[in-house]
């Protein structure tokens, strides 16, 4: 493995982990409009109550 694949390969690993969190927080907005409470949120999305308080917040 090349050093340049090594990057590559890290970099398309951090955007997958990026876009599961992005869309765990969508979720989230979503899931707290509907009137969900803050630490079921957190449970079902893997946040902390303290990133979905943030969100709601904004």
């Known amino acids: 493995m090349t050093y340049t694949t090594s990057?590559?390969?890290?970099g398309r690993k951090e955007g997958r982990e990026?876009?599961?969190k992005e869309a765990?927080?969508?979720?989230?907005?979503?899931?707290?409009a509907s009137g969900v409470d803050l630490h079921t949120i957190a449970n079902l999305t893997g946040l902390t109550t303290s990133e979905v308080e943030s969100l709601t917040e904004q």
């Not at 990057?7 to 890290?10: I, K, P, V, Y």
């Not at 765990?24 to 707290?32: D, F």
């Open 24 to 32: 765990s927080q969508e979720i989230a907005l979503r899931m707290r």
């Open 18 to 20: 990026e876009g599961r």
């Open 7 to 10: 990057w590559h390969r890290e």
